[in-house]
């Protein structure tokens, strides 16, 4: 093949391409994909660097996202049914624990079997169960401060909180969900 012959074909190819790569932005931007600052925008810019073949690929993936969304959205609605179906279970349990935590109940002798700190040794447990005040006068009733010690103590939540927080967290009564039948979207 000529030098000449060569070039004119190569000349022949940027041509091509940079019609194809024409009309690809003028496909894009109809689609939506403009940007001022960019020829493309910003997600879609290296969509005109693509072969005819790698674009086919893309949309394959494209597909392929919007089944995983599909499997993840019917997943999210089990996860759904199966929390409203055990609804009434987790509140019989939290219903149980604002009675204690209230003082409204005190509970008994087989509830309380249970280690105070999973990994202490039991030499520790007994250490702390002998180490802790005496109540004097009238008797306590509940657990003091129990909603401002849970957040506290866990590193999410104990990030978030700040002083002027505390008085009100020491008031909480109780914390508590509610699965609805019908749940709202957020738009």
Sequence with gaps: MSEKHNHNHHHQNNQLMAGNKKNLTELLK???YDDEDAELGGYASNLTECSTAVLRRVRALKKNQLESIN?????YQRVHELEQEFQPLFDAVHAARKAIVAGEREPGDEECQMPLLQDATPE????????APVEG?????GVPHF??????NCSQMAETIHDYD????????????EVHTH???VS
């Design 30 to 32: 109809a689609g939506g």
């Design 71 to 75: 499997v993840e959205a019917a997943f």
């Design 124 to 131: 520790d447990l007994q250490k702390l169960e002998a180490e």
């Design 137 to 141: 006068g009238q008797a306590s009733k």
């Design 147 to 152: 909603w401002y010690h849970v957040l506290a």
């Design 166 to 177: 505390v008085p009100i967290l020491h008031s909480l009564q109780d914390i508590t969900t």
């Design 183 to 185: 749940p709202t979207t």
